[in-house]
Each structure stands twice: as C-alpha cells, then as structure tokens.
C-alpha cells in the first residue's frame, strides 16, 4: 500500500484535540472489549470485500482516530442536535417518555453506535441515581469515540464495547447477570447510514417485550425534488468532503486520485424513501493494495463510500409495523428533518 497522506490543514495534535480527549478525565482505568467483528484482521478482510463490490463498508468513515475527529468536526457543524436548540428539546420528551414507560425502577441501558455520547449523557441526567439503578454498556465501531462517550459519562460505571453493527452481533452476552433488567437500547443516528432493511430486522430480533427501543432518524418532509436538493447539501459541504476523504487517504489513495460525487438515488418499490450516496471516482488508473490483495482501478471506475437514507414520517411509520415494531411516541421537528421514536417489540414472546 502506499504511504498514506495526510488530510491537508489536520496535524495530529489537531485531531486529538478535536476528539475532545482533553476535555474530560477517567478517574479509573476502563477496560475496552473489542467484538470479533471489529478486530483488525476482520476489518482489513471487510475493505478488501468492499473494494471487490466497489462499495467500502460504513464502519470505515468512523473506526480510525483520524476518521473519529473528522466525523465529530462533520457532527459538530451539521447534526441538527447541535445546531438547534429545540432539537435537544425533542430528545429530552422523548427521553422522558422512555423513563415513564419502564416499569421497574431498573434498567440497562444499552447504547448501539454510542458516537461521542451527547445524547446518552443527555438520557442518563434524567436517570436519577436516587430514583433509577441503571447499567450502563457503551458499543460503537470506533474505540477512540466509545473511550470519549465514557470520558463524558464519567459520573457513569459503564463498560465499553466496540463492535460493527452492520455484522450484527449477538447482544446477549451483554446480559450474563443471573436476573435479567429491562433494557432501553438506544440506536441514535444509526439507522440512515445501516438502513431499514438490514437494521430494522436486526433490532426486532434483540428487542423483548419488556425492553424499549429508542432510535432516531433522518426524515424528509416529502420525496419530492426540492427537499433531496436541500437535504443533499447536508451531506455535499466541506465538512462532509473532509470526512469521506479521510477515509480513502487511510486506505492509500493520494488526493489526486479521485474525485467526491454527491448523488440522491430513489429506492425502487419503496414510496417515500430515498438515500443520499457518495461515490469517489478514479481519475487514473491505479493499483490498490489492501489485505495482501492487488485491485486495479481505471479511471472512471467509482468507489462507494458513503450512503444515508432519508424517509418520509409516513414511510418510515410503515416500515417500523412491517418489522413488529411498535410505536409509543413519536417526536418529529417542526421542519420534518428529524425524528426521534419510542419503540417496542409486539411480536417477541417474554422470555
């Protein structure tokens, strides 16, 4: 593989700022367990399949230190819930919801693609010690943002799991206590980058009965042209650019070698639900090394990096119901951009 170059404008020191390690302090050490899915051999063979089907899996824009302080400088400009107070707000009654709907005084919450911890910071301050006995499990693709979420969730015992949900692993054994807690998994942001039809099932057969799902989406008010032109320029800014490159610097590319292209794809039979895609295309022709492997690349051949899909409120309520999963509460913002939902399982037997 080629040397990797680094983004320009981004010196390492700089990146470690940007992954906040500094803002907050452990003050005992933690213990990381790493899933098969993400240890380094499994990764390494994922990109190697990806770049075979010209379609590079989502965990690699976050997994690396680079690619977690890109991905949090995108977050930090463009996620709605840090760009809008009342979005905060719309979380916090869905929250609240949660809390008021478990009916035991115990729970574990569990956090699927934790990121950097905001919104789980923002669940656990309504989780009052005094009224609530809470676990706490951390799981994200990246170790460098779950070692930063427990840095934010520091008052928090919390263990640490760093996994890829797109090869779903089994969550059981995140419950080895004798006498099993109800659990509030929360799977926030997740759902446009993994897709409704690999994650929605995926979530339905590890929600019981006495669980609460709490997930979030990226919604569009309607599918028509003018919201995917206003929701692509989300994902087509400097920002985003700095993160998708990111991702293919690490992988050995030079900058010169290709070119960013933002494209708004509509998913056939699926009325309301489109997603925003990304593709890199190769400007020359070129070797590329990955996992002992040799792909050859010629100019104009494309390299997805990045997909999101957006749904209508109404298309995304039907394919919560085509899954079993039950709606308690639905937030959606006044702009129809942002949806946060309480779920539960009707279709899984208690256990």
């Known amino acids: 593989m080629r ?8 010196s390492e020191s ?6 906040m390690l500094r803002s907050y302090t452990l003050d005992v050490s933690v213990q990381v367990t790493f899933h ?47 760009r809008r107070d009342a979005i905060s707000a719309l979380y916090q009654s869905v929250y609240r919801s949660t809390l008021d709907s478990m ?17 789980d910071a923002s669940f656990l301050e309504l989780a009052a010690p005094d009224k609530w006995r809470v676990k706490v499990t951390l799981l994200d693709v990246s170790p ?25 692993p089994d969550l059981s054994v995140l419950d080895l206590e004798e006498r099993r807690q109800p659990r509030v998994i929360s799977c926030l942001g997740m759902l446009p980058t993994l897709g409704h039809a690999m994650l929605l099932p995926y979530l339905a057969s590890v929600l019981k009965p006495e669980d609460r799902l709490v997930i979030s989406a990226n919604l569009s008010p309607t599918a028509s042209d003018e919201d995917k032109a206003s929701i692509k320029s989300q994902y087509d800014n400097p920002e985003a650019r700095l993160w998708y490159s990111g991702a293919l610097l690490e992988l050995g590319l030079e900058r010169n070698d290709f070119a960013l292209r933002c494209a708004v794809e509509s998913l056939a039979g699926i009325a309301g639900v489109y997603r925003i895609v990304v593709q890199a295309e190769i400007l020359r022709g070129l070797e590329l090394q990955v996992h002992g ?15 999101s899909e957006r749904w209508t409120p109404s298309a995304l309520r039907h394919l919560f119901s085509h899954q079993g999963l ?11 951009q942002e949806g946060v939902y309480v779920i539960a399982n009707r279709n899984q037997s208690p256990v």
């Open 3 to 10: 040397s990797k170059s680094p983004v320009q404008g981004i």
């Open 14 to 19: 700089n990146l470690i700022d940007m992954m």
């Open 36 to 82: 098969s899915s993400a240890l380094p051999d499994v990764i390494q063979a994922k990109v190697a399949a990806g770049i075979a089907v010209h379609r590079l899996p989502a965990g690699l824009l976050y997994a690396s230190i680079g690619q977690s302080a890109r991905w949090l400088k995108y977050a930090r400009a463009w996620a709605p819930i840090h």
């Open 103 to 119: 009916e035991r005084d115990e729970f574990h919450y569990l956090a699927l693609g934790c990121g950097d911890g905001v919104k």
């Open 144 to 168: 460098y943002l779950t070692l930063g979420a427990a840095q934010r969730l520091n008052a928090w015992q919390t263990q640490l799991h760093v996994a890829d949900l797109e090869s779903q």
């Open 293 to 307: 492997e040799t792909y050859p690349m010629a100019a104009g051949d494309r390299l997805e990096v990045f997909r």
């Open 326 to 336: 039950e709606i308690i509460q639905a937030s959606v913002s006044n702009d129809c």
